[in-house]
């Protein structure tokens, strides 16, 4: 069964992404939903990402220098492209 995780996968580190040991190791969710905007841990998810609310207004996305995407009319979350190195 696919598995969605919010914001940050259970047992990744927010930062550095998914452990090299422990229980977490290796899981990889089929779908991951990143509250406000993605998070630095992107960098290592490969799978379906979107990006869920509109929770930053446009002259504090601009001052913190967040690129934020494009919702359609009144749409909560839209699907972004993966953050691959």
Not at 32 to 43: D, I, Y
Not at 57 to 66: L, R, S, T
């Amino acid at each position: 069964m696919p598995v969605t995780s919010v914001d940050t996968p259970s047992g990744w580190d927010v930062e550095t992404g998914p452990p090299e040991e422990g229980p977490a190791k290796g899981f990889m969710p089929g779908a991951l939903v990143s509250l406000t905007a993605p998070k630095p841990l992107v960098r290592y998810y490969r799978g379906r990402h979107f990006v869920g609310g509109r929770f930053v207004p446009p002259g504090i996305a601009e001052k913190y220098e967040v690129d934020m995407p494009e919702y359609q009319g009144v749409d909560q979350i839209v699907e972004v492209g993966c953050c691959r190195e």
